[in-house]
């Protein structure tokens, strides 16, 4: 059976503790050469730009032993001058791998009823599983999961979806604070809570930032608008006016807090400079970790 993630909820809780130890374990080694992919071909589609993902996948493939090939946005037309039927078809009997970065969470899985190879999902509007693999292995390597706290402060986008659900199966009390009209969706809530349930965690939703960051481990953020979100941009900032990440909102959680971002940041707006830039920022060890953690689920995918 091909092995795809299209969502958090591709991996158990379980898998993706063996995900993020095969990753911790790689790169305590400084061991990024292998051959889990060695003769394979990966085709990046990507239909938003990107710094992070392209980067990382691009050499997680290569560490591995693979080949990438990559597409930008204009060059496929995915959903557009193509259906992802046809494009899946066609570059499954090319490719070993897809790797995916849309709009369209429907794409992701047109592509991979059609493709016949692992898909993985590079980000989409409903989810961004690499990012959150690479979010929990930070916080693994800062403290720990099981038991702390973690404060995500702001919409309750794709990135608080996938981190939701990861973080709880690690054991970790996840407070979701957003305005209202911004919550994080019900079903999301529903299947980070079962995961919180098995592990001992918890997940909260609420509108004040203040009583989410009180007392917690880890202080999350994320950009207000995001990318096909620009005609909102007026509109998302009035309604998070108050939820900005800045020195005085951090100075409630615990004194030894790690302050997170996934960036791209709007500087000014959902943090300020102070603070991702402060000492209690580990944005810099998570982008490294957005490499450590997807080379270990590629190897994972072809075990």
Known sequence: MTRSVLTVNDLSASEISEVLDRALETKRQDRRQSAELAGKTALLIFQKPSLRTRVSFELAVTNLGGSALYLSPPEVGLGERESPEDVGGVAGRYCDLIICRTFDQSNLERLAASSGVPVVNALSDWEHPCQALADVLTIREHGGTSGRTLAYV????????????????????????????????????????????????????????????????????????????????????EAFSGYQVDAELVGNASANATVMHCLPAHRGEEITDEVLDGSQSVVLDQAENRLHAQQALLAWLFD
């Open 154 to 237: 702001g919409d309750g986008n794709n990135v608080a979806r996938s981190l939701a659900i990861a973080a709880a199966g690690e054991g970790m009390h996840v407070r979701l604070a957003s305005p209202n009209g911004y919550e994080l969706d019900s079903a999301s809530v529903a299947e980070a809570t079962r995961r919180a349930t098995e592990s001992g965690g918890s997940v909260t939703l609420m509108s004040d930032p203040v009583a989410g960051v009180s007392g917690a481990d880890v202080v999350y953020t994320d950009t207000w608008t995001s990318m096909g979100q620009e005609l909102e941009a007026k509109q998302r900032l």
